[in-house]
């Protein structure tokens, strides 16, 4: 399903129009990222929940040129 599908789904079961159901989707999803930029997790009971998990560095090679690189650490967001 994709956002646009998703936002008519709403529109159809909520009798609101499409754009103020977009801006509840976009609103929505806005928050989560906030909140897993900030550190937080996000729980949505009967759905899953979205959290960060750490990489550490490492390093990794271009597969054009076999050069070696510097992977830096970073958070990635995980959804389970």
């Known amino acids: 399903m994709t956002k646009a599908e998703l936002v008519e789904q709403i529109a159809a079961k909520t ?3 499409k754009r103020e159901s977009a801006a509840v989707v976009t609103w929505m ?3 989560i990222v ?3 930029q900030a550190g937080d997790k996000v729980e949505l009971r009967g ?3 979205f ?3 750490f990489r550490a560095p490492r390093r990794g090679r271009n597969p054009k040129t076999a050069e070696t690189v510097d992977v830096p650490a970073k958070r990635m967001p995980y959804f389970k």
Do not use: K
Request: glycine content about 14%.
């Open 34 to 36: 906030e909140a897993l």
């Open 29 to 31: 999803l806005r928050c």
């Open 47 to 49: 759905f899953g929940s």
């Open 15 to 17: 009798g609101l129009n």
């Open 51 to 53: 959290r960060c998990r």
